[in-house]
């Protein structure tokens, strides 16, 4: 099998505390040494910055940002963008903001063989704040570390 193309955004916004948790997440992948044909992107709340990526040949993206998702604050939790749907009515739970999930269904219209996973980080605050708070600052490894296992999974063919 040939070498996979995998992309890594981290989205949100470094000026509203936990909102920057997909951006912290990112930094940390950028430090770190990656496997081939994998990169990494902050796009900040720019979904277009996320459709002129993905307009490229992409077997894998994942789209790290701050969710609520009704979970203690810190949690971390990876899905899909169908899951987004199925969980939003019951559950409550939603990216910081719709249009990032209906710019990942467009960029799915664009580009129909990518698979889409998310890693969905649970804030504490969102508020106008230039850190996160300790819980979710404490929970960045973990979300670091469930990427790194999508993109494991991604290279192997899971």
């Known amino acids: 099998m040939g070498a996979r193309r995998i992309m890594v955004f ?3 916004s470094r000026l509203a505390g936990d909102e920057a948790a997909g951006i912290a997440v990112v930094e ?3 430090a770190q040494e990656l496997p081939e ?3 990494v992107h902050e796009i900040g709340t720019d979904g277009y910055a996320l459709l002129s990526e993905l307009a490229e040949d992409v077997d894998l993206a994942i789209v790290v940002d701050c969710a609520k998702m009704g979970h203690a604050p810190g949690t971390v ?3 899909g963008p169908d899951e987004v749907e199925d969980m939003k009515p019951s ?3 939603s990216l910081h903001s719709l249009n990032l999930l209906e710019t990942i269904k467009a960029a799915q219209v664009i580009n129909p063989k990518s698979r889409f996973r998310i890693v969905g980080i649970e804030p504490e ?3 106008l704040l230039e850190s996160l708070s300790d819980t ?3 929970a960045i490894p973990q979300a670091v570390e469930r990427v790194k296992a999508e993109i494991e999974r991604a290279i192997r063919g899971d």
């Open 136 to 138: 979710v600052a404490r």
């Open 91 to 93: 559950r409550g739970l």
């Open 28 to 30: 940390e992948l950028a």
């Open 125 to 127: 605050r969102v508020e």
């Open 10 to 12: 981290g989205a949100g």
């Open 37 to 39: 044909g994998v990169s």
């Open 77 to 79: 939790a990876v899905f």
